[in-house]
Nanobody
């Protein structure tokens, strides 16, 4: 599967952005989709994931109650709605896909074999 992330940009603290990740392939609906982010000089970290049936999600504690992950299987697209953005949310955001599901290991980059390119999110104070 090939992934294409978009929607990043510059926003003031307290603002909102919605990221999109378009996937190729007819089997999109069978993949768990995740979002990760990587700030300069830091390791890539887990943000959120959504199960292939779309009903189950989980989040990093740092974004819980501010970010929402969703998917539209008809459009082969997963979204990350980001509200109440903070300067510490500044990073390149990556979408990823895997055919497995695990709420513990699913927070690690090695769990996902497929990755999109990053889209930059910059939050100014």
């Amino acid at each position: 599967v090939q992934l294409q992330a978009s929607g990043g940009g510059l926003v003031q603290a307290g603002g909102s952005l919605r990221l999109s990740c378009a996937a190729s392939g007819r089997t999109f609906r069978t993949y768990t989709m995740g979002w990760f982010r990587q700030a300069p000089g830091k390791e890539r970290e887990f943000v959120a994931a959504i199960a292939w049936r779309g009903g189950t999600t989980y989040y990093a504690d740092s974004v819980k109650d501010r970010f929402t992950i969703s998917r539209d299987d008809a459009k082969n697209t997963v979204y990350l709605e980001m509200n109440s953005l903070k300067p510490e949310d500044t990073a390149a955001y990556y979408c990823a896909a895997t055919s497995s599901w695990d709420t513990i290991v699913g927070r690690t980059t090695t769990f996902y074999p497929y990755w999109g390119q990053g889209t930059q999110v910059t939050v100014s104070s």
